[in-house]
């Protein structure tokens, strides 16, 4: 199937992947983008989920985090050797180096960086995610931010994200910054 290519946006030629912490927008930015530029979206933690007919929570429950993180990167690997198109990831799926390498060589990972207070006010009332299922969330959330910034900060281009600017804004940001790539975005 052919999705037509909006005009003035320019013509994807690598696929995008949105990574970023828990509540920083990935799955809902990714899903504007991907309508912005005429793509195909992909979720890895949907697919995931799909796979194993189970939710992420499940998975962890049943097989813990080593074993959801090998099928990640699977997933990962598949959707990234598919047409390109934007991919949003799990929290976790850019930590690993050869997810990383992998997203480098073969897309583009693009960061979308909210702020701690930004990332608590978006998943304080969920209860989906695992690694936040502990007495204190907000202060596993601030160790989590701490120790994957850094990592983050790996990412080939960075777009920072904040509770004043719509989905819709946001995926703009992010066009903005893929303009800079012309290896990745051609001018339309």
């Known amino acids: 199937?052919?999705?037509?290519?909006?005009?003035g946006k320019g013509k994807l030629?690598?696929?995008v992947v949105m990574v970023g912490m828990m509540g920083a927008g990935k799955t809902a930015v990714g899903k504007a983008l991907a309508q912005k530029l005429g793509v195909a979206f992909a979720d890895s933690d949907a697919e995931i989920e799909a796979a194993a007919n189970m939710s992420i929570p499940e998975i962890f429950a049943r097989d813990g985090?080593?074993?959801?993180?090998?099928?990640?990167?699977?997933?990962i690997a598949r959707l990234l050797s598919e047409r390109s198109g934007i991919l949003s990831t799990g929290g976790g799926a850019f930590l690993?180096?050869?997810n990383r390498r992998m997203i480098s060589e073969l897309?583009?990972?693009v960061w979308l960086n909210a702020d701690l207070d930004t990332l608590w006010n978006r998943v304080r009332h969920k209860d989906t995610r695992p690694l936040l299922r502990t007495a204190d969330p907000r202060g596993a959330l601030t160790r989590i931010y701490e120790d994957r910034v850094p990592i983050y900060a790996l990412a080939d281009l960075t777009v920072p994200s904040d509770a004043t600017v719509s989905v819709e804004?946001?995926?703009?940001?992010v066009i903005e910054a893929l303009a800079v790539r012309p290896d990745v975005l051609e001018p339309g």
């Open 1 to 7: 199937m052919t999705v037509a290519q909006p005009k």
């Open 13 to 15: 030629k690598k696929t």
């Open 65 to 75: 985090e080593p074993f959801f993180r090998r099928k990640e990167s699977q997933v």
């Open 96 to 98: 690993a180096e050869d």
């Open 107 to 109: 897309g583009v990972s």
């Open 169 to 173: 804004g946001m995926a703009d940001r």
